[in-house]
């Protein structure tokens, strides 16, 4: 009986993550739009910005060596030409976590993501990226949130990256908050795509122990 309750449970649980999910997806597109708004106040001959879609694949393994994660991530946003953002993002991510060869997780999110650059000197910026996200599978759903500064600087076709990342549970989920170093360049192909490749280091917030390593590579197409 325990454990058909806990089935029962844990079904239900599955259950109300997917009626909340529409009302969720609804919810970050209602932000993505409050976020353009302010621009297109600006530009009321049309959208002031470039379309953008990006394709990501990250490569995560255990600093133990016992799990591997596999992620494949779309991200559309606009780069906008005026206005105070620099950047809004879209982020729809599935994940699978494999220990022994076999899957033994899969989890789907879906997050917002703002971004704004400051110029330093003629080659080298700030940018500041913040997200806001809902996960969703693994018997559980949370939210989170990250704050990356990150300092770039370019030479011709080619940028380098360097930054820290702040990842956060913020409802209180435990065993999501992680702080992430990122390092790696990125590489333009021409005015309308370019290829980023970056190294990340990933460790406990609260205990500062190794947790992993990651390698991402991001494909942008600019329309």
Known sequence: MPARRHH???????AGLTRRLPIRLAAAAGLLSLAACPVLADSPAGLD??????VEYEYEKAADGRQRTDALTLVPGVRWRSGWLTMTELLIETEQEREAGRVTERTSKLGLRLR?????????RLVVRGLLGQAFGGGEGYSYA???????YEF???EMMIGFRAVRSIDGSPGHDFNKFRIGPSFDLGSAAEIEFRFVRN??????RHASDAYIMEFVQKF
Do not use: C, I, M
């Open 8 to 14: 029962q449970g844990a079904a239900a649980h599955r």
């Open 49 to 54: 910005g470039q379309f953008q879609l990006g």
């Open 156 to 158: 011709n076709a080619v």
């Open 203 to 208: 460790w406990e917030a609260a205990t500062g």
């Open 116 to 124: 704004k650059d400051f110029a330093l000197t003629e080659r080298a």
């Open 146 to 152: 990250y704050l990356e500064p990150s300092l770039r």
